[in-house]
């Protein structure tokens, strides 16, 4: 029995705030696999495997051939806060890295069974491997084993720490599995939406020792090459470039002075480039499971946009869901990334200007092709 009385204030301990906080940077499979995932694009791989047993509920390895992880860093890669990306919080406003808060891999530290990194760097001609404990300090370090160049971590017993989230996860595990798959799908068909090399992805999953091979990208720049990749080439004939450009009004520095509001209104151009569905073909009933979507290059959920592209679509074709890859390239300063831990959400300013100037786009350039396709309205 405790001597305090019962409705003190007492402050958490710090283990369990760890876990809180961490349970809100990977909320599930597929931010687990995406943190990973961004941690290989950001050490500059070009070639990433993605290794799931029992979709994930057992464990997921992410391997890579990025840069490596330099002894020196050993004893703070688990640590939460800590990152090699992002010196000053001034850079925030110019981040070009996927990761930059260091809070993915102590969040997985905190939240699974084991997490185990294997790592070689250009200067060491050998792989060390670190197994992390929960806190994400280091618990062993291993001598010398052969590895190339790059890094391997691999996260067993994802949420065990939290028996209700991995219930949970037990449950619906197909369910996460593919939406971490479609995850994977995003990040197979990004570098192609903008001419950065591609990266060789492949993605398996073993189930009672049997693999079995999920997706695997070749290596193209070419965004039809890609989904030609992915999901076979006759996909090819059904799908159009997505190509807007429109204006979108935005108000920005609203100002609260003296008890005086000021606003300026300015004028972002907004590109959109990717590929669509013809009106004729649609996605078929299991289109929405084929819509990415991108903010500067970065997969993210952006529900609203979407929402208003499949209502513009279903003016053409009502009955289909479109195939969607779309990247809105936007001024850096009209989305804010950091506004959830997860980062997935992105908070776009004015982003009712953006869904109106969006719909118009669309329909103008569904229409002008209206000639072409044929519409079924039937
Ligand atoms: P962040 O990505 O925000 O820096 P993380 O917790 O995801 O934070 O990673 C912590 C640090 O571990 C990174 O800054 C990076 O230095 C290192 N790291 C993690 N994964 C890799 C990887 N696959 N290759 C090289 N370095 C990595
Ligand atoms: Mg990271």
Same mark, same amino acid.
């Given at each position: 029995?405790?001597?305090?009385? *019962?409705?003190?204030?007492?402050?958490?301990?710090?283990?369990?705030? *760890?876990?809180?906080?961490?349970?809100q940077v990977v909320i599930d499979l597929q931010t687990a696999v995406k943190?990973?995932?961004?941690?290989?694009?950001?050490?500059?791989?070009?070639?990433?495997?993605? &290794?799931?047993?029992?979709?994930?509920?057992?464990?997921?390895?992410?391997?890579?051939?990025?840069?490596?992880?330099?002894?020196?860093?050993?004893?703070?890669?688990?640590?939460?806060?800590?990152?090699? @990306?992002?010196?000053?919080?001034?850079? +925030?406003?110019?981040?070009?890295?996927?990761?930059? =808060?260091?809070?993915?891999?102590?969040?997985?530290?905190?939240?699974?069974?084991? #997490?185990?990194?294997?790592?070689?760097?250009?200067?060491?001609?050998?792989?060390?491997?670190? !197994?992390?404990?929960r806190d994400g300090t280091v618990k062993s370090r291993s001598g010398k084993?052969?590895?190339? =160049?790059?890094?391997?971590?691999?996260?067993?017993?994802?949420?065990?720490?939290?028996?209700? %989230?991995?219930?949970?996860?037990?449950?619906?595990?197909? &369910? !996460?599995?593919?939406?971490?798959? *479609?995850? +994977?799908?995003?990040?197979?068909?990004?570098?192609?939406?903008?001419?950065?090399?591609?990266?060789?992805?492949?993605?398996?999953?073993? #189930?009672?020792?049997?693999?079995?091979?999920?997706? %695997?990208?070749?290596?193209?720049?070419?965004?039809?090459?890609?989904?030609?990749?992915?999901?076979?080439?006759?996909?090819? !004939?059904?799908?159009?470039?997505?190509?807007?450009?429109?204006?979108?009004?935005?108000?920005?520095? /609203?100002?609260?002075? =003296?008890?005086?509001?000021?606003?300026?209104?300015?004028?972002?151009?907004?590109? /959109? &480039?990717?590929?669509?569905? @013809?009106?004729?073909?649609?996605?078929?009933?299991?289109?929405?499971?084929?819509?990415?979507?991108?903010?500067?290059? =970065?997969?993210?959920?952006?529900?609203?946009?979407?929402?208003?592209?499949?209502?513009?679509?279903?003016?053409?074709?009502?009955?289909?869901?479109?195939?969607?890859?779309?990247?809105?390239?936007?001024?850096?300063?009209?989305?804010?990334?950091?506004?959830?831990?997860?980062?997935?959400?992105?908070?776009? *300013?004015?982003?009712?200007?953006?869904?109106?100037?969006? @719909?118009?786009? /669309?329909?103008?350039?569904?229409?002008?092709?209206?000639?072409?396709?044929?519409?079924?309205?039937?």
């Open positions: 029995e405790s001597s305090l009385p *019962h409705n003190a204030v007492k402050p958490i301990d710090q283990h369990a705030i *760890h876990q809180l906080t961490s349970g943190e990973l995932v961004e941690n290989s694009l950001d050490a500059k791989a070009t070639n990433i495997e993605v &290794r799931f047993k029992d979709y994930g509920l057992k464990s997921i390895e992410v391997i890579d051939n990025g840069t490596g992880i330099g002894s020196e860093d050993f004893d703070s890669i688990g640590l939460k806060h800590h990152t090699s @990306k992002l010196a000053a919080f001034e850079d +925030l406003t110019s981040v070009t890295t996927f990761g930059f =808060r260091g809070e993915a891999l102590s969040s997985l530290c905190a939240l699974s069974a084991s #997490v185990v990194i294997t790592t070689a760097t250009a200067h060491t001609p050998f792989g060390t491997i670190l !197994e992390l404990n084993v052969a590895r190339q =160049r790059g890094t391997t971590v691999s996260v067993s017993g994802l949420f065990t720490p939290l028996p209700v %989230r991995r219930k949970e996860l037990e449950r619906n595990v197909k &369910r !996460e599995f593919g939406k971490a798959l *479609h995850l +994977l799908n995003a990040y197979a068909l990004v570098p192609c939406t903008h001419g950065v090399p591609a990266v060789l992805l492949s993605v398996s999953n073993t #189930v009672q020792g049997k693999k079995s091979v999920q997706l %695997r990208t070749d290596g193209s720049d070419s965004l039809r090459a890609a989904v030609s990749a992915l999901w076979g080439p006759k996909m090819l !004939e059904n799908i159009v470039e997505l190509n807007l450009d429109f204006d979108v009004e935005t108000e920005r520095s /609203v100002l609260r002075r =003296r008890g005086q509001e000021t606003s300026n209104t300015m004028t972002s151009g907004v590109r /959109v &480039r990717g590929l669509i569905s @013809k009106f004729s073909v649609g996605g078929g009933r299991t289109g929405i499971d084929r819509q990415f979507f991108y903010i500067n290059h =970065r997969p993210c959920n952006i529900s609203k946009v979407q929402k208003a592209l499949n209502e513009v679509y279903r003016t053409f074709n009502m009955h289909q869901s479109p195939f969607i890859v779309a990247d809105f390239i936007l001024p850096p300063d009209s989305c804010d990334i950091n506004v959830s831990p997860d980062k997935r959400t992105i908070l776009l *300013h004015s982003e009712s200007s953006l869904i109106e100037a969006l @719909k118009h786009a /669309v329909t103008d350039s569904f229409s002008s092709s209206r000639s072409t396709f044929t519409v079924n309205t039937s």
